[in-house]
Nanobody, 121 residues
Framework: QLQASGGGLVQAGGSLRLSCAAS????????MGWFRQAPGKEREFVAA????????YYADSVKGRFTISRDNAKNTVYLQMNSLKPEDTAVYYC????????????????WGQGTLVTVSS
């Protein structure tokens, strides 16, 4: 079970940090990632990180603005989002799979619940 939190309303140029807490199983041996789905659009990959903190991937649209990190002791993955833009508005979902490369290819074994991020212009 993966539960995302930290979403909210922020002005363009602002920052938010999303968290995804895992429960019911240990996800420290899984790659973790973030996806998002904007209104009327398909869900898309945002970022992923391997179980050890390496093997990171980012969507081109968020490179240089978003940073994924994880704390395996807390069974939690984070997404630091800076310089937010209105087009970042979406429901953000965390996800897990064996490899971050699989998450990058939208191959997901476990989905979490989403958290809404709204960026106003």
């Amino acid at each position: 079970q993966l539960q995302a939190s930290g979403g909210g309303l922020v002005q363009a140029g602002g920052s938010l940090r999303l968290s995804c807490a895992a429960s019911g199983r240990t996800f420290s041996s899984y790659a973790m990632g973030w996806f998002r789905q904007a209104p009327g659009k398909e869900r898309e990959f945002v970022a992923a990180m391997g179980w050890s903190g390496g093997s990171t991937y980012y969507a081109d649209s968020v490179k240089g603005r978003f940073t994924i990190s994880r704390d395996n002791a807390k069974n939690t993955v984070y997404l630091q989002m800076n310089s937010l833009k209105p087009e970042d508005t979406a429901v953000y979902y965390c996800a897990a799979d064996a490899l971050s490369s699989r998450l990058y290819k939208n191959e997901v074994r476990y989905w979490g619940q989403g958290t809404l991020v709204t960026v106003s212009s």
